[in-house]
């Protein structure tokens, strides 16, 4: 049973920091490995999606990469902002699953001025 | 290009009433995903299905809940005899197919009182 963790459950940091959100998964065997964001009260928004045979996407000041046979990806937040403020959620889907996401728990960050 | 609609936002049931979400993919769209996220907890899916299929339904509750995905329509996800239990945000999501980026809904809030 494929198992998602994200590592910290939370993290403040001041505007301006590069930061890292980690998240590790249990069964190597995924599909592809999406990054979200939700804000309270909302639904997600899509970051990132890296193919299994991907290493790294990247989108303005988001790179997120992707080691599929240690089970670890990280997104990579540069010069951050009051903006970014939200909870990051990683989340899996397994070959032959059917494009069923197993999410990690999130990561809640907090951007101050 | 309207995203993925899902209502109503909010939704308040007594016990052992009846809640219907609605969940209208984004345009050209053949693919729903259910999810259930309950307080503090991460998202957990629930039903995945296309136009008149269900595809997978192995995070569906047994009894109670059900789902559907008519030829013409939103998608429904039906609980008969709601319990405090199923308080929960339910969000929709959808795809053009399988394995592609899954995009979200803003969410349905139930709170069963």
């Known amino acids: 049973k494929q198992e998602v963790t994200q590592i910290p459950a939370a993290l403040s940091v001041p505007e301006g920091e590069n930061l890292v959100l980690n998240c590790s998964f249990t069964?190597?065997?995924?599909?592809?490995l999406q990054w979200f964001r939700q804000d309270p009260g909302k639904g997600l928004t899509s970051l990132l999606l890296?193919?299994?045979?991907?290493r790294e996407q990247t989108s303005g000041r988001l790179n997120a990469s992707l080691d599929k046979s240690s089970g670890r990806s990280t997104l990579y937040i540069a010069a951050s902002q009051p903006g970014d403020s939200a909870t990051y959620l990683c989340a899996v889907i397994n070959t032959g699953t059917a494009s069923k996401l197993t999410f990690g728990t999130g990561t809640r960050l907090q951007v101050t001025l | 290009n309207a995203g993925v609609m899902q209502n109503p936002r909010h939704l308040v049931r007594r016990r052992g009433q009846e809640a219907r979400l609605r969940c209208s993919p984004m345009k050209g769209h053949s693919h729903v995903y259910w999810y259930r996220q309950l307080p503090e907890e991460g998202l957990k899916f629930m039903v995945y299905l296309q136009k008149e299929n269900i595809i997978d339904e192995s995070g569906m509750p047994k009894e109670r809940f059900s789902a559907e995905f008519p030829k013409e329509g939103p998608s429904i996800l039906r609980i008969q005899q709601v319990v405090r239990g199923d308080s929960a945000a339910y969000f929709c999501?959808?795809?053009?197919?399988?394995?592609?980026?899954?995009?979200f809904g803003s969410g349905t809030q139930l709170s069963v009182l």
């Open positions: 890296i193919q299994s045979s991907q």
């Open positions: 999501a959808s795809s053009p197919g399988q394995g592609e980026k899954l995009f």
């Open positions: 069964d190597s065997a995924i599909y592809n």
